[in-house]
């Protein structure tokens, strides 16, 4: 996929300066530019790297000057790095705008969808499903019964989606997630086996949530597992029956967050964190990275350390913590003195 320089600046509202017919199908960093790639420049760190780059096409900003000859055709644009972001995200779409249904793929029974549906080879619908429109289902899917998906969400491949499942509108989920598999509910008896508890109930997915590559969320027991509106979750995190996260809340990757837990709106939750179970957190809370909570946290707390306390506190803690042995040895030479 190529693109010139003046496709790319009337995407950007820019100005071409250099070779307006100057054609990129590669995107690099500026120090590492080749023939054929598209770079920017906003940090006046970098500025000394325009005069060596190798890359075709340079979005700068406007009032960006070189002080000598410059190889590479620039774009001159208000602000290079929100542009560039802004160009990192139409070729995005462009990259994934895929539409039909390829095949081998079964659609079973009952199952309606909107236009522009894109379903790969090797995938599977099952009965009763309702998809919206503009969905793009990569191949080696996996649909259940009776799914509900919105507008504009985005399957990766090899996603499973199990039955019952509700996921709303511009919803993206990464390979290898699993959304709706049975929660971890087992019944102990005397003689130390246990017996499965059925896991009735199902996932819902608000709108605009975005699930990491490998992450699993469990189906509730009765009820419904809630993952609110806006939520972002990294890959390969394990999130338990009837949880619920609350609207913006971004998890950091391997965080496990035992079954009932309710975490509020807004929240930071750092990689490795573990939740125990039936927990309520509040909103605005920030959690550091491989903390352990066991208690109720209140709004606007932030912690670390396991069990996890208040973050200032424990910073201070660690300084002592890390000067222990000399402490005791201190404290050694003082008994000696007394005694």
């Not at 996929?1 to 300066?17: S, Y």
């Amino acid at each position: 996929m190529k693109f010139t320089a003046e496709q790319i600046a009337k995407i950007l509202d820019g100005v071409v300066v250099g070779n307006p017919s100057a054609e990129v199908y590669k995107l690099a960093k500026i120090e590492e530019g080749i023939k054929g790639s598209l770079t920017f420049l906003s940090n006046a760190k970098y500025n000394n790297y325009i005069y060596s780059t190798e890359a075709t096409i340079t979005i700068v900003n406007k009032n960006f000057e070189p002080e000598q000859e410059v190889a590479t055709t620039m774009i001159k644009v208000d602000d290079a790095y929100q542009s560039f972001s802004k160009l990192l995200e139409y070729y995005n779409q462009v990259k994934l705008m895929k539409s039909g249904i390829e095949q081998p793929s079964v659609i079973s029974e009952n199952v309606i969808y909107g236009e522009n549906l894109y379903l790969g080879s090797f995938c599977y619908i099952g009965k009763n499903v309702t998809i919206g429109k503009n969905v793009k289902i990569y191949p080696n899917t996996f649909i259940g019964d009776n799914v509900l998906i919105g507008d504009n969400c985005v399957f990766f491949a090899g996603v499973r989606v199990y039955s019952e499942t509700e996921i709303g509108n511009n919803c993206t989920i990464h390979s290898g997630s699993i959304i709706g598999s049975d929660g971890f509910g087992f019944a102990p008896h005397d003689d130390g086996t246990y017996s499965k508890i059925p896991q009735i109930g199902n996932v819902i997915l608000e709108d605009n949530v975005e699930v990491g590559a490998c992450t699993t969320i469990d189906r509730a027991t009765l009820g419904s597992t809630i993952i609110r509106k806006g939520v972002k979750l990294d890959n390969q995190i394990q999130i338990a029956h009837n949880v619920e996260i609350g609207e913006n809340t971004v998890i950091a990757a391997q965080t496990g967050i035992a079954g009932s837990t309710k975490i509020g709106k807004n929240c930071m939750i750092g990689g490795q964190v573990g939740f125990a179970g039936h927990l309520v957190i509040g909103n605005n809370v920030k959690i550091q990275a491989q903390s352990g909570i066991g208690k109720n946290l209140s709004d606007g707390e932030t912690v670390q350390g396991s069990p996890a306390f208040n973050y200032s506190d424990f910073s201070k803690s660690f300084v002592h913590f890390r000067n222990f042995p000399k402490i005791i040895s201190e404290i050694e030479d003082i008994k000696k003195k007394i005694n």
